[in-house]
């Protein structure tokens, strides 16, 4: 029998946890500006995506998680919702009171003020 060593490195982004098969992807990716999540943990939302036909109460919710993704690698992700793809971008999972998950980006939530 033969042993063969198959050694494969994988790089990853300091900023955004992207794993790369090439040094200078990840090293393209780390240079790419980042800014601050708009949004924490817990906040409370409302999704502007509702109409006549969804009632107001299910589009407000809690933010459950937040993450932060490379434009490289989401490129589609990032077309998809419309965002540039010359930066870092966060995506927020938000947790609707009945118990349904979506995920949205920051341009389709707005923060609920409490009161």
Do not use: W
């Not at 060593?5 to 040094?23: D, M, S």
């Not at 995506?49 to 992700?77: C, F, M, V, W």
């Amino acid at each position: 029998m033969k042993i063969i060593k198959n050694i494969n490195y994988v790089y990853q982004c300091e900023v955004c946890k992207a794993e790369y098969e090439r040094e200078k992807d990840a090293e393209r990716c780390e240079k790419l500006p980042a800014g601050k999540a708009i949004f924490k943990k817990g906040d409370k939302v409302e999704i502007s995506q509702h109409d006549e036909y969804r009632p107001k109460e299910l589009t407000n919710g809690k933010i459950l998680k937040i993450r932060l993704y490379s434009p490289i690698n989401a490129y589609q992700l990032a077309a998809l919702l419309g965002l540039s793809c010359k930066s870092h971008f966060y995506i927020y999972d938000v947790k609707y009171p009945f118990g349904g998950i979506s995920s949205h980006s920051a341009s389709q939530l707005k923060l609920i003020k409490n009161k």
